[in-house]
């Protein structure tokens, strides 16, 4: 029950944070920023693709546990063949959650602005924890799956460390992908091309100071990611499973 009023909550946010933006046009007479709403939408689609992972292994493992006399050995293969698929297709998504912390920049804002700095500060800040929620709801689903297939969680030691090496992979390959949305403009789906973002990034890291400024951005994201989802999942672990 606990998890649900979890989840309704991060739901809560994020159409908190989509209704100031309409607001902010509505009652203030400003443009509406349709790119903060498509933002909204693309970093709640790691929480949806989290969920349906845990859905489709909910529904495959009593097919396979059926069809087990007949596939003998495939079972554990199809799996984690899927496993595999579906982490992959959640983690190209997930910088979408923490992407949302750069749009504390108020680029949005214009030098005659009549929109209150007070209201623009509090739908920044919520657009940017939706984002946080987003990416440790999300994340705390994939680890928390992992764990209960490799594992036994109810040992009462604690999360499993290959869980939080996964978890903290996951945090810096998010962090790296913030940086390439923000300054190389690219998208989840352009790995449809990675020759071309290979060429497009390495190009760029060749440019005097590039170099410094990935990692400063990826350490500084990862850092504030973790600090905050550490302690959540590790209360959510000893609710769970303690």
């Known amino acids: 029950m606990g998890a649900l009023v979890d989840l309704i909550a991060v739901v ?8 100031l933006i309409v607001l902010r046009s509505r009652v203030y007479g400003a443009a509406l920023y349709r790119p903060m709403l498509v933002n909204v939408a693309l970093s709640f689609v790691p929480v949806v693709g989290a ?3 845990v859905a489709g292994l909910l529904f495959l493992a009593p097919v396979l546990s059926a069809l087990a006399g007949q596939l003998r050995g495939g079972v554990p293969f199809i799996l984690w063949a899927y496993l595999v698929v579906a982490t992959l297709l959640w983690l190209l998504f997930f910088p979408n959650a923490i992407y949302l912390i750069t749009e504390l920049n108020f680029s949005h804002r214009a030098a005659n602005d009549e929109v209150p700095l007070w209201f623009d500060i509090i739908h920044t800040l919520t657009l940017t924890l939706s984002g946080i929620a987003n990416a440790i709801a999300s994340l705390l689903i994939v680890q928390a799956e992992f764990i209960v297939l490799i ?10 460390a290959f869980s939080w090496f996964f978890a903290g992979a996951v945090i810096v390959l998010g962090a790296f992908g913030v940086y ?33 400024e990935v990692g400063g951005l990826v ?7 973790a600090l905050v ?8 672990y000893r609710a769970s499973f303690a």
């Open 12 to 19: 809560l946010l994020n159409a908190y944070a989509a209704v």
């Open 51 to 53: 969920l349906v992972a």
């Open 151 to 160: 594992a036994d969680p109810s040992g009462g030691a604690g999360a499993p």
């Open 180 to 212: 390439l949305g923000r300054y190389l403009r690219v998208n989840s789906w352009d790995v449809k091309h990675p020759a071309s973002l290979a060429r497009k990034l390495v190009n760029h890291l060749r440019e005097p100071g590039r170099a410094l």
């Open 219 to 225: 350490l500084s994201h990862a850092v504030l990611v």
């Open 229 to 236: 989802y550490v302690p959540v999942f590790t209360l959510f």
